[in-house]
Protein backbone atom coordinates (compact mmCIF):
# COMPACT_ATOMS: atom_id res chain seq x y z
CA UNK A 1 0.00 0.00 0.00
CA UNK A 2 1.24 3.52 -1.03
CA UNK A 3 1.90 6.17 1.71
CA UNK A 4 -0.86 8.55 -0.51
CA UNK A 5 -3.19 5.41 0.35
CA UNK A 6 -2.42 5.09 3.63
CA UNK A 7 -2.61 8.40 6.46
CA UNK A 8 0.37 8.76 8.39
CA UNK A 9 -0.60 10.05 11.58
CA UNK A 10 2.64 10.44 13.40
CA UNK A 11 4.52 12.11 10.85
CA UNK A 12 1.92 14.57 10.34
CA UNK A 13 1.77 15.01 14.26
CA UNK A 14 5.48 15.10 13.79
CA UNK A 15 5.11 17.66 11.32
CA UNK A 16 2.60 20.33 13.03
CA UNK A 17 4.29 19.62 16.52
CA UNK A 18 7.40 21.86 14.70
CA UNK A 19 4.61 24.14 13.37
CA UNK A 20 2.84 24.66 16.57
CA UNK A 21 0.12 22.33 16.05
CA UNK A 22 -0.72 23.92 12.59
CA UNK A 23 -0.73 22.15 9.35
CA UNK A 24 -1.55 22.89 5.39
CA UNK A 25 -3.90 20.53 3.27
CA UNK A 26 -1.31 20.51 1.07
CA UNK A 27 1.15 19.02 3.58
CA UNK A 28 -1.42 16.56 5.04
CA UNK A 29 -1.70 15.05 1.54
CA UNK A 30 1.89 14.36 1.49
CA UNK A 31 0.83 12.00 4.22
CA UNK A 32 -1.85 10.48 2.78
CA UNK A 33 -5.04 12.64 4.09
CA UNK A 34 -7.34 13.33 1.23
CA UNK A 35 -10.05 16.06 1.82
CA UNK A 36 -12.48 13.38 3.05
CA UNK A 37 -10.15 12.48 5.81
CA UNK A 38 -9.12 15.89 6.94
CA UNK A 39 -12.85 16.98 7.14
CA UNK A 40 -13.59 13.62 8.64
CA UNK A 41 -11.09 14.28 11.57
CA UNK A 42 -11.88 18.18 11.76
CA UNK A 43 -15.70 16.98 12.35
CA UNK A 44 -14.42 14.40 14.99
CA UNK A 45 -12.71 17.44 16.22
CA UNK A 46 -9.55 15.66 16.29
CA UNK A 47 -7.92 18.55 13.38
CA UNK A 48 -9.62 22.46 13.67
CA UNK A 49 -10.43 24.15 10.45
CA UNK A 50 -8.55 27.55 11.08
CA UNK A 51 -9.42 28.87 7.73
CA UNK A 52 -9.34 27.28 4.11
CA UNK A 53 -6.06 25.02 3.11
CA UNK A 54 -4.76 25.54 6.89
CA UNK A 55 -5.43 23.04 10.06
CA UNK A 56 -4.22 22.77 13.64
CA UNK A 57 -4.34 19.57 16.13
CA UNK A 58 -7.14 20.18 18.24
CA UNK A 59 -5.73 20.27 21.57
CA UNK A 60 -2.06 21.39 21.14
CA UNK A 61 -0.39 23.60 23.86
CA UNK A 62 -0.78 26.98 22.46
CA UNK A 63 2.56 28.64 21.33
CA UNK A 64 3.38 32.25 21.95
CA UNK A 65 4.23 32.66 18.05
CA UNK A 66 0.87 30.53 16.92
CA UNK A 67 0.08 33.45 15.15
CA UNK A 68 2.96 33.94 13.04
CA UNK A 69 3.09 30.10 12.10
CA UNK A 70 -0.26 30.21 11.49
CA UNK A 71 0.00 33.71 9.11
CA UNK A 72 2.59 31.81 7.54
CA UNK A 73 1.59 28.75 6.48
CA UNK A 74 -1.92 30.19 5.93
CA UNK A 75 -0.24 32.69 3.10
CA UNK A 76 2.52 30.65 1.16
CA UNK A 77 5.34 28.95 2.96
CA UNK A 78 7.00 27.82 0.29
CA UNK A 79 7.78 31.28 -0.75
CA UNK A 80 7.11 33.48 1.60
CA UNK A 81 9.34 33.87 4.55
CA UNK A 82 8.50 35.94 7.89
CA UNK A 83 10.17 39.06 8.31
CA UNK A 84 11.16 42.57 9.34
CA UNK A 85 10.16 43.20 13.02
CA UNK A 86 7.82 39.76 13.20
CA UNK A 87 11.64 38.41 12.39
CA UNK A 88 13.46 40.04 15.79
CA UNK A 89 10.22 38.78 17.22
CA UNK A 90 11.43 35.40 16.79
CA UNK A 91 15.12 36.17 17.76
CA UNK A 92 14.16 38.11 20.27
CA UNK A 93 16.01 40.90 19.37
CA UNK A 94 14.46 44.15 19.88
CA UNK A 95 11.61 44.64 21.84
CA UNK A 96 8.89 45.51 19.51
CA UNK A 97 5.57 44.49 19.07
CA UNK A 98 4.31 45.25 15.83
CA UNK A 99 0.90 46.23 14.81
CA UNK A 100 0.96 43.69 11.91
CA UNK A 101 2.38 40.24 10.84
CA UNK A 102 5.40 40.83 8.55
CA UNK A 103 5.66 38.67 5.93
CA UNK A 104 8.10 39.26 2.91
CA UNK A 105 6.67 37.13 -0.59
CA UNK A 106 7.99 37.53 -4.49
CA UNK A 107 6.62 40.07 -6.40
CA UNK A 108 4.36 37.80 -8.00
CA UNK A 109 2.46 38.02 -5.14
CA UNK A 110 2.03 41.54 -5.62
CA UNK A 111 -1.75 40.94 -6.21
CA UNK A 112 -2.65 38.90 -3.47
CA UNK A 113 -5.00 39.91 -0.91
CA UNK A 114 -3.07 39.86 2.53
CA UNK A 115 -5.29 38.28 5.44
CA UNK A 116 -6.33 40.55 8.28
CA UNK A 117 -3.65 41.35 10.73
CA UNK A 118 -0.85 40.50 7.81
CA UNK A 119 2.04 43.50 6.15
CA UNK A 120 2.63 41.58 3.24
CA UNK A 121 6.32 43.11 1.83
CA UNK A 122 6.96 41.75 -1.66
CA UNK A 123 10.77 41.71 -3.28
CA UNK A 124 11.86 41.72 -6.82
CA UNK A 125 14.54 38.88 -5.83
CA UNK A 126 13.12 36.33 -3.17
CA UNK A 127 15.59 35.85 0.15
CA UNK A 128 18.65 33.47 -1.07
CA UNK A 129 19.02 30.00 0.79
CA UNK A 130 21.51 32.12 2.67
CA UNK A 131 19.26 34.50 3.84
CA UNK A 132 16.82 32.27 5.23
CA UNK A 133 16.76 30.35 8.49
CA UNK A 134 13.94 28.04 10.25
CA UNK A 135 12.94 29.84 13.62
CA UNK A 136 9.98 28.40 15.81
CA UNK A 137 8.98 26.32 12.82
CA UNK A 138 8.79 28.74 10.08
CA UNK A 139 11.44 30.74 7.32
CA UNK A 140 12.60 33.92 8.66
CA UNK A 141 15.15 35.95 7.25
CA UNK A 142 18.42 36.36 8.66
CA UNK A 143 18.93 38.21 12.00
CA UNK A 144 21.18 40.54 9.70
CA UNK A 145 18.69 40.79 7.13
CA UNK A 146 15.60 41.48 9.47
CA UNK A 147 17.44 43.76 10.94
CA UNK A 148 18.26 45.88 7.80
CA UNK A 149 14.51 45.26 6.50
CA UNK A 150 13.29 47.05 10.01
CA UNK A 151 15.59 49.54 9.45
CA UNK A 152 14.23 50.56 5.86
CA UNK A 153 10.64 50.06 7.08
CA UNK A 154 11.08 52.62 9.71
CA UNK A 155 11.41 50.81 13.06
CA UNK A 156 12.83 53.12 15.85
CA UNK A 157 16.75 53.43 15.83
CA UNK A 158 16.80 52.57 19.58
CA UNK A 159 15.31 49.30 18.52
CA UNK A 160 17.72 48.88 15.97
CA UNK A 161 20.87 49.87 17.86
CA UNK A 162 19.93 47.24 20.40
CA UNK A 163 19.34 44.57 17.54
CA UNK A 164 22.33 45.16 16.33
CA UNK A 165 23.95 44.78 19.80
CA UNK A 166 22.27 41.57 20.85
CA UNK A 167 22.91 39.80 17.18
CA UNK A 168 26.56 40.53 17.66
CA UNK A 169 26.84 39.48 21.28
CA UNK A 170 24.94 36.08 20.71
CA UNK A 171 26.58 35.40 17.56
CA UNK A 172 23.31 35.44 15.65
CA UNK A 173 25.52 38.13 13.20
CA UNK A 174 28.48 39.31 12.04
CA UNK A 175 29.53 42.76 11.83
CA UNK A 176 30.03 41.97 7.84
CA UNK A 177 26.78 40.24 7.77
CA UNK A 178 25.20 43.51 9.17
CA UNK A 179 27.04 45.46 7.04
CA UNK A 180 26.32 43.77 3.53
CA UNK A 181 22.61 43.64 4.29
CA UNK A 182 22.67 47.17 5.15
CA UNK A 183 24.31 48.25 1.75
CA UNK A 184 21.27 46.84 0.05
CA UNK A 185 19.08 49.13 1.59
CA UNK A 186 21.16 52.32 1.98
CA UNK A 187 20.00 55.29 3.58
CA UNK A 188 18.72 55.46 6.41
CA UNK A 189 18.56 51.66 7.10
CA UNK A 190 22.65 51.84 6.02
CA UNK A 191 23.67 54.66 8.49
CA UNK A 192 21.47 53.91 11.45
CA UNK A 193 23.49 49.78 11.62
CA UNK A 194 26.56 51.20 10.44
CA UNK A 195 26.58 53.56 13.32
CA UNK A 196 25.41 51.06 15.42
CA UNK A 197 28.00 48.52 14.51
CA UNK A 198 30.87 51.14 15.61
CA UNK A 199 29.05 51.80 18.74
CA UNK A 200 29.09 47.86 19.40
CA UNK A 201 32.75 47.58 18.58
CA UNK A 202 34.07 50.35 20.66
CA UNK A 203 31.63 48.90 23.99
Same mark, same amino acid.
Given at each position: MTRKSRPDHSKLFE????????????? +?? &?????? =????? !????GNFQRVRRGLYR????????????????LGFDPKKTVVSHETALQLFDLADVVPAKIHLTAPR??????????????? +?? &?????? =????? !?????????????NSAAYGTAPEQIARAVREALSRGLATRSELLVAARRHGGRAEKLIRRAVEEARAS
Open positions: LATEQAGYFTSEQ +AR &RWGFTW =DLLSY !HAQKMARFPSSPYEEVVAAWSHRSRKSPAGVRVHT +AL &RSPGRN =DIVIR !HGVRATTPARSIA
